[in-house]
Structure formats: C-alpha cells, structure tokens
C-alpha cells in the first residue's frame, strides 16, 4: 500500500479582509405593508426593521457578490490571482446547478479558483468561515474567498404576513488566508432536523410542475418557533464559541449575530450578559434580514463606521433554515 502524501498549511489562518455590497434601493416599512395588512409601528416593535434594501434588475446574484468581493480583496491587499477557492453561502440562486461560485470566480479573475455553493441559509456564512479556515491550515487552499450573498426578494411572496416584511438582499465577502497568529477561533456548529419545516422552501419543485399551476414555491417560515428557538438556544452557542476560542466576556470587543430580528439580537446580548462596552451589530433596522449575507454586511458597516477597529474580537452567531447554526469568534481584519 502506498504512503499518501499530505498537504500542509499555514499554521494559524486569519479573516484578511472583509466587503459588502448593499442594493441601491432602500425599501421603507410604509412600501411592504399594504400587501400584508400591517403597520410600519408592528414590523418596528416586533423586529426592528425600519428599511430594507431590495435589489434592482442589474443587482443579480453574481453582480452583488463580485462587489463585495472587490471590496474585501481590495481591504485584503489580496489580488483575484492568489484566491485558489470561492466558497458561496446562498439559497437564492436561481440555478439548481452549476454553482454561482465559478461563474464569481471567472469574473474576478481568479486563476480558476476551485469554486462551490453551499446551503446553510441564515448560517451559511459562518460556516463557509470555518471551511476556509480549516482549508487553509490543512493547505488545501491558499486564500479563500467566502461569499455570504443573497436576493431573497426573488422568492419572497410579497403578500405573505411571516416574511415579506423581514427578508431582503445583499452580499458581504471575507478573504481568508495564513496569519502569524489564530484568528478564526474553533467553530461550534449543528442543526437540528427535527425542526426541518419551519423555515423552508413551500413545496418541491417536481410538486411545482406537477401541480400544472407552476408557481414560484416561496419561502416560508413559522416565525414565532424559530424566534423562541433562536432567542433561547443560539446565547449558549455564542458563549460555546468564547469558550472554544478560550476568550471571556471581559476580552470581547464585537458582537455580530445574524441579523434576524432586533429582539432575538437583544434577548442573546441580555442572556450573555455582555457588558455595555461590547459593541453589539444592529444592522438589521436599515438592511432587514439578508439571510448568509447579515454577518458580513454587518461587520463590514461595523468596521466603515469605526465601530470595529483592526485587532478586536468578534463572536460571529449565525443561526436559520435546517435549523441550522454555526458561531466563531475571529479576530477583526
Ligand atoms: O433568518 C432566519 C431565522 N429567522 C428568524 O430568526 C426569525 C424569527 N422570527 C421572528 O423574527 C418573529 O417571529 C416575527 C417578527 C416573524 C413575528 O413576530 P412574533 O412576535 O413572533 O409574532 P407572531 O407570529 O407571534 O404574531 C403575533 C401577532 C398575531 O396576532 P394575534 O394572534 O396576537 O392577534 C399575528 O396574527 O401579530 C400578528 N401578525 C402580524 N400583524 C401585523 C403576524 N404577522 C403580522 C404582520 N403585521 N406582518
């Protein structure tokens, strides 16, 4: 039997830089509520969404994600060139098949990076995160490209009470490569099947066209269980991740959950118990809920506005569809 060689990485793997892209249009609550029979004072109360951004004819999937790509490689001082993988979280790509990530990968220039989609959904950017990290120790990749991107708006019933005021679109990318010190901390992941159906899909696409009413099958989502799930489970995750990362409170600098809903935001910090120091991502009232693109979007306005500066720590939550959850802290580019 043959001895196997193996590849060896870089001992310790680092986010190198971070991007987004928001859509040009800014959606108020007073443009949604018509269709759902609601009030721009309900959707505040219950989720904290003021705006939301909806994105235009040109702001396709593969356009949005290639902004905030440029960005974070340009924050990188990354050339497409070194990027030998792009890992896209997303479920709204239109295609079944290829994944968005090649057609990304070609029009960056990358030197034909190995290029993937994955769904995780809400989750899919954390856990995209933590692949790169382990790729580039294990040295199957040099620098990664992990794109968190999504038009949700494309799947969305618009007169649908449970989402249409909540979900949205966007993209955040992070470079990720070999770093003098750790910075991407131990992931802590999971899910929890049992749970399968409360944020999905409506039906099978093969139901679709059997139905010979073909509709676009929307995403659905029973809103109240996922908002007790994620309020009471996703807190000792987050302090799981701390813990792994063998990081206290006491040194936490950022704190950038999914952006799901102000209160779920909210309920995590208060069960944390994080001190008022911590500065905590609320990019949720201005963007909605832009699913693998949140975390990202939220860091990287976190970072423009100089609330998160070169050198702090961030505990990164995400949490959604599956149900799925993964939650590291990393260290801020
Ligand atoms: O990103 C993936 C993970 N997703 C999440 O984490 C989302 C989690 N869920 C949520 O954010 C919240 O469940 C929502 C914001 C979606 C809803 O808030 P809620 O506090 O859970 O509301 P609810 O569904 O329990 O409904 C409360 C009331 C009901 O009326 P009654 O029975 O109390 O009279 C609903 O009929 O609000 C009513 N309602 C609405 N009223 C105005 C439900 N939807 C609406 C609406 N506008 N859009």
Redesign the pocket.
């Known amino acids: 039997m043959a001895t196997l060689l193996q590849s060896q990485g870089a001992q310790h793997a680092a986010i190198l830089g971070v991007g987004s892209y928001r859509p040009a249009r800014v959606v108020p609550n007073s443009e949604v509520?018509d269709a759902?029979?609601?009030?721009d004072e309900?959707?505040q109360q219950?989720?904290g969404i003021k705006t939301r951004r909806w994105a235009g004819p040109e702001e396709s999937v593969q356009m949005m994600a290639v902004a905030a790509a440029r960005k974070a490689l340009d924050r990188a001082g990354i050339d497409p060139r070194q990027i030998d993988t792009v890992v896209v979280a997303t479920v709204s790509h239109m295609l079944q098949t290829p994944a968005v990530a090649t057609a990304i990968a070609h029009e960056l220039g990358t030197d034909q990076a190995a290029a993937f989609d994955i769904s995780a959904?809400?989750a899919g950017f954390c856990h995209g995160v933590s692949m790169a990290a382990d790729f580039v120790r294990a040295g199957s990749a040099g620098h990664v490209l992990v794109i968190g991107v999504e038009r949700l708006t494309d799947i969305l019933d618009l007169h649908d009470?449970?989402t249409?005021?909540?979900f949205a679109d966007g993209a955040g990318a992070a470079v990720v490569g070999p770093s003098d010190t750790p910075g991407i901390g131990p992931v802590v992941w999971g899910s929890d099947g049992e749970q399968f159906d409360l944020?999905r899909q409506r039906e099978d696409w093969r139901d679709v066209v059997a139905s010979g009413d073909p509709v676009m099958p929307h995403l659905v989502?029973q809103?109240?269980p996922?908002?007790r799930w994620?309020s009471f489970a996703m807190a000792k995750i987050g302090q799981q991740a701390l813990d792994r990362a063998g990081v206290s409170i006491d040194e936490l600098d950022v704190f950038v959950p999914?952006q799901?809903?102000m209160?779920?935001i909210d309920a995590m910090a208060r069960s944390m118990k994080l001190p008022p120091r911590v500065k905590i991502a609320r990019d949720i009232a201005e963007m909605g809920?832009t699913?693998a693109a949140s975390i990202p979007l939220a860091l990287d306005r976190m970072i423009d506005e100089g609330e998160a500066r070169s050198g702090d720590t961030a505990l990164l939550v995400a949490?959604?569809?599956g149900l799925a959850y993964a939650a590291q802290v990393v260290t801020v580019p």
């Open positions: 509520v759902i029979d609601s009030s309900w959707i219950r989720s959904a809400c009470r449970g249409a005021f909540i944020i989502m809103g109240n996922v908002f994620a999914h799901a809903n209160r779920i809920n699913s949490f959604g569809a």
